[in-house]
């Protein structure tokens, strides 16, 4: 199972955990890193979230390193719509100077789709109806504990 590689948020990073339920699309990007810069790379990713955090339609974000294959990662971001993402974000100067900053640790072109909710998550801890929509500025409803 993946771990979080996720640095414990600060005040300003409190929106960046998933709320579960109260996004709509959730984007999914398999991000491939060059071999030996993997702690680099998050490191990078720590710091260029800050820019993601700021985009509009942004709910959270969540980075998971894959146990079997070390140089690859899973970004999940929630967002309001596909079009937050792939117009708001990606078409302004903010996706720039995230790119900046992560993309020279890129092996290759990340691979991504985005997805709605299905049915409601299951199991420990999980919000089993969907959480109504909260204000941009409010923290999320649940939070997960970094593994590192």
């Known amino acids: 199972m993946p771990r979080s590689v996720d640095p414990a948020p600060t005040a300003a990073q409190a929106r960046i955990t998933p709320p579960r339920g109260a996004d709509r699309v959730v984007e999914h990007a398999q ?71 992560v993309g020279p640790f890129f092996a290759g072109p990340p691979s991504v789709e985005h997805y709605s909710a299905g049915a409601p998550r299951q199991g420990r801890g999980a919000v089993t109806s969907a959480a109504p929509p909260r204000g941009r500025d409010q923290p999320p409803t649940t939070r997960s504990v970094p593994t590192t």
């Open 31 to 101: 991000l491939t890193v060059e071999a030996g810069r993997e702690q680099d790379f998050e490191a990078a990713f720590a710091e260029a979230r800050e820019v993601l955090a700021e985009a509009d339609g942004f709910h959270w974000s969540e980075l998971l390193r894959c146990e079997e294959r070390p140089q690859t990662y899973l970004l999940l971001v929630g967002w309001d719509s596909v079009e937050a993402h792939t117009v708001g974000f990606r078409e302004s100067a903010r996706f720039r100077r995230w790119r900046e900053a």
